[in-house]
């Protein structure tokens, strides 16, 4: 791994030099002299924006040695590996050696013999470790997927703690540069206070993807969608997220028996099973890779053409982040999320028997209510998750589905104004589904238990059916003419702009999507049986012996 090696004069012939581009991405060339100016740095870019050079750079310009943590073993091997292509010498030190490799590799970074240096985080948890550490030249200090450190983020990792204690019994302090695809103001914050970083400059590129084209589908047969669409799309590469295990295996079978080149990846499979899924994806020997979220943090795999979500995951930045490894390499990709009624419970459920501090619960919540509003808008995908971002886009970007959806506009002003004036009705303290049983009419028990029966607005959206009713609801809800009070019961109230319909001043004009196929029993088997999976799996980790916290990442494992 070692290489030869002559200091570059400046960053763009640094460019040329090793890596043979000729021009800086947007936000990289900042970034970089940020960091040779000796600033602390976070650098946000979204996946796929070029955040490794960012750091490989300054490393190749600055004396000493470069630190990189990053929580991804095989992304290390795959970055030392062609960094020693182009002849710059570098290492990686994790769990993946033996005793006597990682002894010689730190014998020669002690005698400065490379530039950069792969380290896991948990390796910071060792105090031998610790102690070599401090004997070197350690002039930067990057920190990849910074997100880790952060319990906000999606992708927490106690041990990215560590790394703050590192730099302050090192001699003398190197620069952090800190790199991470979310964006959210929580996590960034996080990033700077959990790192130490003094008074850093930080950089947010964009966060728009031109080349993704988003859309959400509702309503479908689910498994029929999925084989319709890898059948429609010739030989092109992607991959089906999935909420769970149990899903991740039965798309896989069902793909496997319909003769599709299928991988599937979670964490209930061995190491040796995952990575040479990995692997046989990375080379195109396997066309689609159904996984839990455990696949994909670090995969650089360039041309996916597809990212179907099987079910809505829990947060906008998990759904950015695993959308976003479509179409790294600039062309056109999709990002489908397929949503149905029972995503949501699967959500909260998961939230619930968490075992996190109520304010983090009701945070979760907060975050799992956007990322179901984006299920149901009707304005611009795109829009939608930029301003999520905190960024400012135009109204349409005119090629998502919401923009591209050729149903015709219709005036549904006065079916709002009944849905709002029932919630007002009702006194807005029950949840969709009561509100649309008693739009309905219904002859449920707990209407009458309630004697909403009696109201005015009961039974006066008759010919819609129970699930158009919520699917209505929670498209006012998504677009602020109501507003869900979150918590494991949400209670739906009048948002900020329901007054102007209801006193008849504003007009609501919606595309109507196509009506969902009418398949209620099937999607409540299928909600049934899948909580019933997880009830199990929580009963059965519940009863191993009482050292295994039932904490976060034992939930995490369980979905994963
Ligand atoms: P990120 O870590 O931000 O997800 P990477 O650092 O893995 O992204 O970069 C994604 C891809 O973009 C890599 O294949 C990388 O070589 C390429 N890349 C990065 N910067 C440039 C550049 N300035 N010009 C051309 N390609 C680049
Ligand atoms: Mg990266």
């Known amino acids: 791994?070692?290489?030869?090696?002559?200091?570059?004069?400046?960053?763009?012939?640094?460019?040329?030099?090793?890596?043979?581009?000729?021009?800086?991405?947007?936000?990289?060339?900042?970034?970089?002299?940020?960091?040779?100016?000796?600033?602390?740095?976070?650098?946000?870019?979204?996946t796929g924006g070029g955040k490794s050079l960012c750091y490989?750079?300054?490393?190749?310009?600055?004396?000493?040695v470069t630190l990189v943590i990053s929580p991804l073993i095989s992304l290390m091997k795959d970055q030392v590996d062609s960094l020693s292509q182009l002849k710059v010498p570098s290492a990686y030190i994790n769990s993946s050696l033996g005793w006597s490799d990682i002894e010689y590799t730190l014998y020669l970074a002690s005698k400065g013999e490379f530039k950069l240096i792969y380290i896991a985080?948990?390796?910071?948890e060792s105090e031998s470790f610790m102690s070599v550490l401090k004997g070197m030249n350690i002039s930067l200090l990057a920190v990849d997927e910074a997100h880790c450190v952060s319990q906000w983020g999606h992708d927490f990792r106690p041990s990215y703690l560590s790394i703050a204690k590192l730099t302050e019994r090192m001699n003398s302090r190197p620069v952090i540069a800190a790199f991470t695809a979310t964006a959210t103001e929580q996590v960034k914050q996080d990033i700077i206070d959990q790192l130490w970083l003094c008074d850093p400059n930080t950089y947010v590129t964009g966060f728009n993807r031109e080349n993704?084209?988003?859309?959400?589908?509702?309503?479908?047969?689910?498994?029929?969608?999925?084989?319709?669409?890898?059948?429609?799309?010739?030989?092109?590469?992607?991959?089906i997220y999935a909420a769970t295990r149990k899903e991740v295996d039965k798309i896989f079978e069902l793909l496997c028996k319909k003769g599709f080149k299928a991988g599937k990846y979670h964490a209930g499979l061995s190491d040796s099973e995952r990575s040479r899924t990995q692997n046989a994806f990375s080379y195109d020997e396997i066309r689609v890779m159904v996984a839990t979220n455990a696949f994909g943090m670090g995969i650089d795999k360039s041309n996916v053409r597809f990212v179907i979500h099987f079910n809505m995951p829990k947060n906008m930045e998990a759904y950015y982040q695993e959308a976003g490894r479509a179409g790294r390499d600039g062309d056109r990709a999709e990002c489908i999320l397929l949503y149905g009624p029972s995503d949501i419970h699967i959500q909260?459920?998961?939230?619930?028997?968490?075992?996190?501090?109520?304010?983090?619960?009701?945070?979760?919540?907060?975050?799992?209510?956007?990322?179901?509003?984006?299920?149901?808008?009707?304005?611009?995908?795109?829009?939608?998750?930029l301003e999520y971002f905190g960024e400012e886009a135009d109204n349409e970007c005119g090629n998502c589905g919401n923009c591209t959806d050729e149903s015709e506009l219709s005036d549904i002003t006065t079916e709002v104004q009944k849905i709002l004036s029932c919630v007002k009705r009702m006194g807005e303290q029950y949840g969709a589904n009561l509100t649309a049983n008693v739009l309905k009419g219904s002859s449920n028990k707990?209407?009458?238990?309630?004697?909403?029966?009696?109201?005015?607005?009961?039974?006066?959206?008759?010919?819609?059916?129970?699930?158009?009713?919520?699917?209505?609801?929670?498209?006012?809800?998504?677009?602020?003419?109501?507003?869900?009070?979150?918590?494991?019961?949400p209670v739906v109230r009048l948002g900020r702009r329901a007054l102007p319909v209801l006193k008849g001043q504003e007009r609501v004009m919606r595309k109507l999507r196509r009506k969902a196929k009418q398949e209620p029993q099937t999607a409540d088997r299928e909600l049934f049986e899948l909580l019933k999976a997880l009830r199990k799996q929580i009963a059965y980790e519940q009863s191993v012996p009482p050292y295994v916290i039932f904490n976060d990442s034992t939930l995490r494992e369980m979905s994963t």
């Open 348 to 385: 909260k459920f998961l939230i619930e028997q968490g075992t996190q501090s109520p304010e983090r619960k009701a945070a979760e919540y907060s975050k799992l209510q956007d990322m179901a509003d984006y299920c149901h808008t009707s304005v611009c995908l795109r829009k939608y998750i």
């Open 446 to 489: 707990k209407v009458f238990q309630l004697g909403f029966e009696k109201l005015s607005t009961y039974g006066i959206m008759r010919e819609y059916t129970l699930n158009e009713l919520v699917g209505l609801i929670n498209l006012l809800a998504a677009e602020e003419y109501l507003y869900v009070a979150e918590g494991a019961y």
């Open 1 to 46: 791994m070692k290489g030869t090696y002559s200091m570059p004069q400046n960053e763009l012939e640094t460019l040329h030099q090793y890596f043979g581009y000729t021009s800086f991405r947007r936000g990289q060339e900042e970034i970089i002299r940020s960091i040779l100016e000796g600033r602390d740095t976070v650098g946000i870019m979204p």
């Open 212 to 239: 993704l084209f988003f859309s959400v589908v509702r309503g479908e047969d689910k498994l029929q969608y999925i084989t319709d669409y890898l059948n429609s799309c010739g030989e092109q590469p992607g991959i």
């Open 56 to 64: 490989q750079i300054p490393a190749l310009m600055l004396p000493g």
């Open 121 to 124: 985080p948990e390796r910071l």
